[in-house]
């Protein structure tokens, strides 16, 4: 070795650079103090493990006192203040207030409840620092197997393209924009929408919000979204479909998409995508599958079945973040037909341009495939917590769920002062108060009263359900940390709450 060390272009050593004095004046932004910034770390990292060991001994959620909320009105701060104090604030102001989604008592909306390994893995991510917009680095291995993972768990074709992205609308978003592009032959890009008859495509009454929201995003409008009638089990009535698309071509319109849903919001209902993609195939049609959470089922040799046909559609959209409890957030799109993938985002400007070999080379990039450019490292957290758990113990985690709802909706079908509302054959279960001689406007608002009560005392934290003029109690059972032990409380706080407000005679 030269007196240059092993990094000069000379291939000697450089003398190592001083070190900076960071939090002193000049934008020194590293620690100054490394030993005291590792001691905080490590007493961080104990406090989290602590905190994730104790999951489910506190409430699920409990109120933001008006203190709280002014601290969050401090302007911007221009000066360092002691890593330790805003770690104070932070114990104080944020950690005893998140929603509660890591409790086995959460139960709303569709939430993943993480796991303390995806919570090592965001660390490293973090201290990675990576862009994985493209370039030729790790992380993009890290993603390339991630993708191949789930290609695979699809039954994909080795052409077939994924992308990490934010969560299932973006995935929507990115997967409507393929089929638009093919839908305009590839005029879209240039020339937008102006030519040709309205693209019109198709979903459900239950199709999630995000769906509409992306066909407002590409242009297509929200209206150009048909809802096609359901079935009792809240899926997709395919004679309904068919219908609709011989209307829209007999009125010019031009069907071009059929947006399925594997796993409802309101019911985890699953759409025959077995029928739909014949219908599909018949019309011509792109077949995008919304299967924001229910794509984990695939993980689960017992339930797979329900999603067969999947492994045909052009587009599946989907969440790690969901039923595969990754952190907040990642989700992913895979595309059959990766050319037409990259032939809808890719092209880059001159300074992107891929050098045959080193850190710039490398063919399709990652910013090839959607809209953004710098990305995060959001493939990591994925790769690792599906490496350390292994898909068969997500798999299983999911079985219990749905066991749990079954088991659910037995215990609702059992108390004759509960009605379960609607179907409950996934991992959601809907279900009200009923009392002798009340008229539903009624029992609306006193299940509204039973439902804040559950939410606001941090018992438990079910969601509300409108279904049909009926106000209920939903709820979801996404959640790995859930015993049957938690759902009979539940049952047995609904039961309490509803007859301490019905006042008697
Ligand atoms: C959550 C969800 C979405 C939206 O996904 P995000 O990850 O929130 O963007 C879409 N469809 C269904 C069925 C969902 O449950």
Redesign the pocket.
Known sequence: MSDNGPFSIFGGASPTAPPPSPGAPGGHLDPADWDAFRASLHQVVDEMVDRFQDEGTGPVWQAIPESVHQEFTEPLPRAPRPLDSVLDRVRRDVLPYTLGNTHPRFFGW?HGSGTPVGALAELLAACMNANTGGRHHAPILVEDQVVNWIRRLFDFPEEATGLVV?????A?VVGLAVARHRATRGLDRKEGLRDGPPLVGYTTRDG?Q?IRDAFSLLGLGASALRAVPMLDDGSMDPVALERRITEDVHAGRKPFAVIA?A???TCGAIDDLVRIREICRDHGLWMHV?A??GAAARLSPQLAPRLDGIETADSIAF?F??WFHVPY?A?FVLVRDGRLHTATFGGREDYLTSLGQGPGSGDIWPCDLGPELSRGFRAFKVWFTLQTLGADAIGEAVERNVRQARSLARMVDREPELERLGPADLNIVSFRYRAEGRGNAELNELNREILLEIQERGIALPSPIRRDEAFGIRVCLCNHRTHDSDLRLLVKAVLELGRSLVPVG
């Open positions: 569709v934010s969560g299932t609308s973006m929507t999630h995000s849903t796993g409802s919001v919304d924001a959470f969440d973040h969901k957030d989700g």
